[in-house]
């Protein structure tokens, strides 16, 4: 039982330790409850201690009936003594009163024993994720915090494959619990929501359920407008002089909830998308979820004299979820001996 504080010592004369006096009728004999009530005004008070009324007669006071002078600040014992007749739940109250006038009561209640099955969350949120069919785990807790051994049941029929679920039943002792595992394979795009019911395993009905919620999206890096930040599908540079150079600034937005790395590479197989410009180059940007591990990537690109033309400034790195990151390309146009030439 929590233990109540005098949060108010002038409005508060007195209070009892506990909201609440719960006894499990259990078939065991006599029950002995010890709880307290305590002075909080600033000056001694006569206490005393009595069972309402209208409480069911299996309850008496064994010791807190008579009225004592009680100190400031100090305690006084109450125990309360049951005697249950028959496996039924009973019910009564327990009344204190200052100076002859009753103050204050707390409820008493002898319930039978029973299972109590809790969880610690109705909902398990896996977020967002990305799609690279990978499995994600997720868990919560079932406890039991009754009085009595209780079983329960996961129903996961109701489940798409992709999910799996363990341990899908088990048997708990009192405030004893288990772990539940969730795993999800991300396979499928969009947002999710399914429901996973928990039954009793006495009476099959259901007694909880968990809702499973969250989106997988695919790995993707756009190429925004350092202005309107709006995507664009390539970069202008203008008219200029040979020999001079030219910038234009971009942002490199990480639309995923996944860090990714980036390479930048210059492709000169693609066809052209700059007007009055004669060399046939663009820009593609690689995604490499694995790692920049391709120590070859300038020649695979096969563009030596397009990388003296243009220039990307950075060339790789990583952005974490949804990160933006400035690129500059520096057009430099300028003479240079060439095997393969100008095309007209």
Same mark, same amino acid.
């Given at each position: 039982?929590?233990?109540?504080?005098?949060?108010?010592?002038?409005?508060?004369?007195?209070?009892?330790?506990?909201?609440?006096?719960?006894?499990?009728?259990?078939?065991?004999?006599?029950?002995?409850?010890?709880?307290?009530?305590?002075?909080?005004?600033?000056?001694?008070?006569?206490?005393?201690?009595?069972?309402?009324?209208?409480?069911?007669?299996?309850?008496?006071? +064994?010791?807190?009936?008579?009225?004592?002078?009680?100190?400031?600040?100090?305690?006084?014992?109450?125990?309360?003594?049951?005697?249950?007749?028959?496996?039924?739940?009973?019910?009564?109250?327990?009344?204190?009163?200052?100076?002859?006038?009753?103050?204050?009561?707390?409820?008493?209640?002898?319930?039978?024993?029973?299972?109590?099955?809790?969880?610690?969350?109705?909902?398990?949120?896996?977020?967002?994720?990305?799609?690279? =069919?990978?499995?994600?785990?997720?868990?919560?807790?079932?406890?039991?915090?009754?009085?009595?051994?209780?079983?329960?049941?996961?129903?996961?029929?109701?489940?798409?494959?992709?999910?799996?679920?363990?341990?899908?039943?088990?048997?708990?002792?009192?405030?004893?619990?288990?772990?539940?595992?969730?795993?999800?394979?991300?396979?499928?795009?969009?947002?999710?929501?399914?429901? +996973?019911?928990?039954?009793?395993?006495?009476?099959?009905?259901?007694? =909880?359920?968990?809702?499973?919620?969250?989106?997988?999206?695919?790995?993707?890096?756009?190429?925004?407008?350092?202005?309107?930040?709006?995507?664009?599908? =390539?970069?202008?540079?203008?008219?200029?002089?040979?020999?001079?150079?030219?910038?234009?600034?971009?942002?490199?937005?990480?639309?995923?909830?996944?860090?990714?790395?980036?390479?930048?590479?210059?492709?000169?197989?693609?066809?052209?998308?700059?007007?009055? +410009?004669?060399?046939?180059?663009?820009?593609? +940007?690689?995604?490499?979820?694995?790692?920049?591990?391709?120590?070859?990537?300038?020649?695979?690109?096969?563009?030596?004299?397009?990388?003296?033309?243009?220039?990307?400034?950075?060339?790789?790195?990583?952005?974490?979820?949804?990160?933006?990151?400035?690129?500059?390309?520096?057009?430099?146009? =300028?003479?240079?001996?060439?095997?393969?030439?100008?095309?007209?």
């Amino acid at each position: 039982h929590a233990i109540s504080r005098c949060m108010d010592l002038n409005s508060r004369l007195m209070e009892f330790s506990v909201d609440k006096i719960t006894i499990i009728n259990d078939d065991r004999g006599y029950k002995k409850t010890i709880c307290y009530v305590q002075n909080c005004s600033t000056t001694s008070l006569k206490i005393r201690v009595a069972i309402s009324q209208k409480s069911d007669p299996v309850f008496r006071l +064994l010791n807190g009936y008579d009225e004592h002078t009680i100190a400031s600040g100090l305690k006084h014992t109450v125990i309360l003594q049951s005697e249950p007749q028959q496996r039924v739940p009973y019910r009564g109250e327990l009344e204190a009163f200052v100076d002859g006038k009753l103050t204050s009561g707390i409820p008493i209640e002898m319930l039978l024993p029973s299972c109590l099955i809790e969880l610690s969350s109705h909902v398990v949120d896996f977020g967002l994720l990305v799609r690279e =069919h990978q499995i994600v785990t997720k868990t919560f807790t079932i406890a039991n915090n009754g009085t009595t051994d209780g079983g329960f049941n996961l129903a996961t029929e109701s489940l798409p494959p992709l999910y799996q679920v363990s341990p899908c039943q088990g048997k708990l002792k009192p405030k004893e619990k288990v772990e539940i595992q969730i795993e999800l394979l991300c396979k499928h795009l969009g947002p999710f929501n399914e429901i +996973l019911k928990i039954l009793s395993e006495e009476t099959r009905a259901e007694i =909880h359920s968990v809702s499973i919620t969250g989106s997988i999206e695919v790995r993707k890096l756009e190429l925004l407008d350092s202005s309107t930040q709006s995507t664009i599908e =390539h970069v202008e540079f203008g008219s200029t002089y040979y020999g001079t150079s030219i910038i234009q600034r971009a942002i490199l937005y990480n639309n995923s909830p996944a860090s990714t790395q980036f390479v930048v590479l210059l492709d000169t197989q693609s066809n052209a998308t700059l007007e009055g +410009l004669d060399k046939s180059v663009t820009l593609a +940007l690689a995604c490499t979820p694995g790692g920049l591990s391709q120590d070859k990537w300038r020649e695979q690109c096969n563009s030596p004299q397009s990388e003296e033309v243009i220039v990307v400034r950075p060339q790789q790195g990583t952005l974490n979820p949804f990160e933006t990151r400035v690129i500059e390309f520096v057009f430099s146009p =300028h003479v240079y001996k060439s095997e393969t030439g100008w095309s007209q």
